[in-house]
């Protein structure tokens, strides 16, 4: 069988696309990372025409998304109100133009790989189009390539450096290997090879051995509240029961602190208005004061001087006393879900809750005192964004909070996806990350990534979690996605490059 045959490069494309599907949850078979996009590059490589690389690249891509945010269906036709065929529709969209990154990443290898030394910008080429699609159209950075390592504390220790990206770099390098000495056999391909596995090597076994201190607590309550409740009348006789559930579900695995801990409700589904109703501010400083805790709670506040017309998701802080430490309010928005893009042509995209669509950004980052340092929360989808979590960081958060409300997805893989992410921003950081969720997962993320503690999924409870501050910033921290950027410039030089040598040697053959 010769894989260079046009016949094989459609299936060849497929298979990279459906063994990156593999290779995250719920199927978790990481280390095909290492192997999953031989067969596009392979099919791009030895495709000499650019409308049929991008293609072939539009094909895996589309079947990557489509296998690993499957769950859009879901979401778009349970919460969304829109039919089977309009939710398959938006469904169906959504992963075609994803697939066009893909697409632009396949015409783009093949050009460079026709050059003796393009193969070493292809990685950096990959780096450049994902930062793209963390950033375009309001971003969608979901299961970058480099989340995969996130299992793996001793190489992903390198995003300390680099952030995600450098783990991305790290897996197409090495897929670019096994290409490379397989279409060429070259001294160039043997010696990126080397020098790859002699660096991946030395990753491994410099790895240092740390502990990490746990002198603080915290308890993160998981409150299984179903989704329907987001359509339920919001005033305190329809609701008493659902107070009272969680107060007791609070308190009694609480009890009174001394020292005072720290105790996270997540982001629900519930509205709890603090500022707007009657009787959701008097609750939240009588569970403070009952514990002897500091108390963190998703709420829905309103942009002063806007009358209840516009809508923020917002988690307020509330210190031991009841007092009112902190708000912030979630500046980086759901798409479809807390607000519609495009609103006068996507008319159809109904609302997912009773504010869904009409939502505002917040426009600050906020970092909170608490007993003995500073503390972050990220609400919800913004844990995927790495640039805005070590933006909290920098400006002195010492532990990070993620609550989040993934009942929306079921019991689908988009919240084993969702975590994945959210620990590799501890990674990044340096951090504790306590991420307390309505239906779960429910966890305590050490600062290497590593799960400390957990609570099963779907059903209620409280995690008792042990943490401590972390002042050390991660050059990733005090820099960011320089290394991203870099490859941007990198993949730029190595294009202009490339086409100059191609000019040259067309030029040269004509003078022969």
Request: hydrophobic share 50%.
């Given at each position: 069988?010769?894989?260079?045959?046009?016949?094989?490069?459609?299936?060849?494309?497929?298979?990279?696309?459906?063994?990156?599907v593999?290779?995250?949850?719920?199927?978790?078979?990481?280390?095909?990372?290492?192997?999953?996009?031989i067969?596009?590059?392979?099919?791009?490589?030895?495709?000499?025409?650019?409308?049929?690389?991008?293609?072939?690249?539009?094909?895996?891509?589309?079947?990557?998304?489509?296998?690993?945010?499957?769950?859009?269906?879901?979401?778009?036709?349970?919460?969304?109100?829109?039919?089977?065929?309009?939710?398959?529709?938006?469904?169906?969209?959504?992963?075609?133009?994803?697939?066009?990154?893909?697409?632009?990443?396949?015409?783009?290898?093949?050009?460079?790989?026709?050059?003796?030394?393009?193969?070493?910008?292809?990685?950096?080429?990959w780096?450049?189009?994902?930062?793209?699609?963390?950033?375009?159209?309001?971003?969608?950075?979901?299961?970058?390539?480099?989340?995969?390592?996130?299992?793996?504390?001793?190489?992903a220790?390198?995003?300390?450096?680099?952030?995600?990206?450098?783990?991305?770099?790290?897996?197409?390098s090495?897929?670019?290997?096994?290409?490379?000495?397989?279409?060429?056999?070259?001294?160039?391909?043997?010696?990126?090879?080397?020098?790859?596995?002699?660096?991946?090597?030395?990753?491994?076994?410099?790895?240092?051995s740390?502990?990490?201190?746990?002198?603080?607590?915290?308890?993160?309550?998981?409150?299984?509240?179903?989704?329907?409740?987001?359509?339920?009348?919001?005033?305190?006789?329809?609701?008493?029961?659902?107070?009272?559930?969680?107060?007791?579900?609070?308190?009694q695995?609480?009890?009174?602190?001394?020292?005072?801990?720290?105790?996270?409700?997540?982001?629900?589904?519930?509205?709890?208005?603090?500022?707007?109703?009657?009787?959701?501010?008097?609750?939240?400083?009588?569970?403070?004061?009952?514990?002897?805790?500091?108390?963190?709670?998703?709420?829905?506040?309103?942009?002063?001087?806007?009358?209840?017309?516009q809508?923020?998701?917002?988690?307020?802080?509330?210190?031991?006393?009841?007092?009112?430490?902190?708000?912030?309010?979630?500046?980086?928005?759901?798409?479809?879900?807390?607000?519609?893009?495009?609103?006068?042509?996507?008319?159809?995209?109904?609302?997912l809750?009773?504010?869904?669509?009409?939502?505002v950004?917040?426009?600050?980052?906020?970092?909170?005192?608490?007993?003995?340092?500073?503390?972050?929360?990220?609400?919800?989808y913004?844990?995927?964004?790495?640039?805005?979590?070590?933006?909290?960081?920098?400006?002195?958060?010492?532990?990070?909070v993620?609550?989040?409300?993934?009942?929306?997805?079921?019991?689908?893989?988009?919240?084993?996806?969702?975590?994945?992410?959210?620990?590799?921003?501890?990674?990044?950081?340096?951090?504790?990350?306590?991420?307390?969720?309505?239906t779960?997962?429910?966890?305590?993320?050490?600062?290497?990534?590593?799960?400390?503690?957990?609570?099963?999924?779907?059903?209620?409870?409280?995690?008792?979690?042990?943490?401590?501050?972390?002042?050390?910033r991660?050059f990733?921290?005090r820099?960011?996605?320089?290394?991203?950027?870099?490859?941007?410039?990198?993949?730029?030089?190595?294009?202009?490059?490339?086409?100059?040598?191609?000019?040259?040697?067309?030029?040269?053959?004509?003078?022969?």
């Open positions: 069988m010769k894989l260079n045959q046009p016949q094989w490069k459609a299936p060849l494309a497929a298979a990279s696309g459906l063994l990156l593999l290779t995250f949850p719920k199927f978790h078979l990481f280390p095909l990372s290492v192997f999953a996009l067969p596009l590059i392979l099919a791009v490589a030895q495709e000499p025409r650019p409308a049929r690389r991008f293609l072939w690249g539009s094909v895996a891509g589309f079947l990557f998304f489509a296998g690993t945010c499957y769950w859009v269906f879901t979401v778009m036709h349970q919460y969304g109100g829109l039919g089977i065929v309009a939710a398959a529709g938006v469904f169906v969209l959504f992963s075609l133009i994803l697939a066009l990154y893909w697409g632009l990443f396949s015409w783009l290898a093949g050009y460079l790989w026709a050059a003796p030394w393009g193969p070493l910008a292809v990685p950096f080429l780096v450049s189009i994902e930062l793209a699609r963390a950033h375009l159209f309001s971003g969608f950075p979901w299961l970058l390539l480099g989340y995969a390592l996130t299992d793996y504390p001793s190489l220790r390198l995003a300390q450096w680099t952030g995600v990206y450098g783990l991305s770099g790290l897996l197409v090495w897929n670019v290997a096994w290409v490379w000495l397989y279409t060429r056999r070259s001294k160039a391909a043997l010696g990126f090879t080397t020098a790859l596995l002699a660096g991946t090597l030395l990753l491994v076994l410099a790895a240092p740390e502990t990490y201190p746990e002198d603080h607590k915290a308890f993160l309550v998981q409150t299984s509240i179903p989704q329907e409740v987001a359509w339920e009348q919001w005033d305190l006789a329809t609701q008493r029961p659902l107070l009272d559930r969680l107060e007791a579900l609070t308190t695995a609480v009890g009174r602190q001394d020292p005072p801990a720290l105790v996270i409700w997540p982001e629900m589904p519930a509205s709890f208005y603090f500022h707007d109703d009657s009787f959701t501010r008097l609750y939240a400083e009588g569970i403070a004061r009952r514990t002897n805790s500091y108390f963190l709670m998703g709420i829905v506040a309103f942009v002063p001087g806007s009358e209840r017309t809508p923020l998701n917002s988690e307020v802080l509330l210190d031991p006393t009841g007092r009112l430490v902190s708000q912030y309010d979630k500046i980086h928005l759901v798409p479809f879900g807390e607000y519609v893009p495009l609103k006068r042509f996507l008319w159809f995209a109904e609302k809750t009773a504010e869904a669509g009409d939502f950004s917040g426009n600050r980052l906020v970092v909170s005192e608490l007993a003995g340092g500073r503390m972050s929360g990220l609400i919800c913004e844990a995927i964004f790495p640039e805005l979590v070590r933006r909290f960081v920098e400006q002195g958060a010492e532990v990070l993620n609550i989040s409300n993934d009942g929306w997805y079921g019991s689908s893989a988009a919240r084993y996806q969702h975590l994945l992410m959210a620990r590799m921003r501890a990674i990044e950081n340096a951090r504790y990350l306590l991420r307390a969720t309505n779960g997962i429910t966890v305590v993320v050490r600062p290497d990534g590593r799960i400390a503690a957990e609570i099963p999924p779907d059903r209620p409870g409280v995690l008792e979690a042990r943490w401590g501050f972390q002042s050390r991660t990733y921290s820099h960011g996605d320089w290394f991203a950027y870099a490859a941007c410039l990198l993949t730029v030089v190595a294009l202009i490059a490339a086409r100059r040598g191609k000019q040259y040697r067309k030029g040269k053959g004509k003078q022969i």
